[in-house]
């Protein structure tokens, strides 16, 4: 495909469980972010990979989340003991680069999780 | 902790005037600006970009950007129904971006 796709669009889930999200970026981009958006906020930065590596993952908000992308192209964003407070569009990007400067980031769909 | 401010609206313009939005940032070692729309239910999709001081004009669009008020702005002449959307101001330092809330831009006919 020719942009950004995200697994799955929406995801409910009970309070306590864990859940994967999937981003698949666009061919050939090797930086790859990962965003949370609440309603009426802007995307809030989560992690970002370059290449395989988290090249800075100083937005996750607590040991709960992680984030791997082993093979530099698929990423999965990973939720352990979900909270009510964890409910929110999780939107991914991808970038040539990476590197921040005059890279352009493109959204995925997002996928839209509800803790129930 | 890097900020960008939005007023969160809405803005309220008839079908073809100017739409005015502006934005302000914290860090002054920012890089790049971006300007992302988003309607309802959908993911942010870029519009503009700018890296330097001045205007870029891109069809109906122009971004504006002055490092030393650490500002930047979008004007969208003869606005459309079609825009009627939020308008998301994104700052690039090193590595991400940082978003600020969004002004929902409202274009009545």
């Known amino acids: 495909g020719a942009g950004v796709s995200q697994t799955p669009s929406n995801k409910v889930t009970e309070k306590g469980k864990y859940v994967e999200l999937r981003c698949d970026p666009i061919?050939?981009?090797?930086?790859l972010y990962w965003y949370r958006q609440s309603l009426g906020q802007g995307p809030e930065f989560l992690i970002y990979?370059?290449?395989?590596?988290?090249?800075?993952d100083s937005g996750l908000p607590n040991d709960r989340f992680f984030a791997v992308r082993p093979e530099g192209s698929v990423s999965t964003l990973k939720i352990q003991r979900t909270e009510r407070g964890d409910s929110a569009v999780y939107l991914c990007?991808?970038?040539?680069?990476?590197?921040?400067?005059?890279?352009?980031?493109?959204f995925g769909p997002g996928t839209r999780l509800t803790v129930l | 902790q890097k900020e960008v401010e939005q007023n969160s609206g809405p803005l309220s313009v008839p079908e073809g005037a100017i739409a005015s939005l502006n934005c302000t940032y914290s860090?002054?070692?920012?890089?790049?600006f971006f300007w992302y729309r988003q309607y309802s239910g959908k993911s942010p999709e870029l519009i503009m970009s700018?890296?330097?001081?001045g205007d870029k004009e891109d069809g109906r669009f122009t971004a504006q950007l002055n490092k030393a008020s650490q500002y930047v702005s979008l004007l969208i002449r003869d606005s459309q129904p079609s825009d009627s959307a939020t308008y998301l101001c994104?700052?690039?330092?090193?590595?991400?971006?940082?978003f600020g809330k969004g002004t929902m831009l409202l274009v009545s006919p």
């Open positions: 990979f370059q290449g395989t590596g988290a090249a800075d």
């Open positions: 700018i890296y330097s001081n």
């Open positions: 994104a700052v690039s330092g090193y590595s991400t971006l940082t």
């Open positions: 860090d002054r070692v920012s890089q790049s």
């Open positions: 061919s050939g981009h090797t930086a």
């Open positions: 990007a991808s970038s040539q680069a990476g590197g921040g400067g005059t890279d352009t980031q493109y």
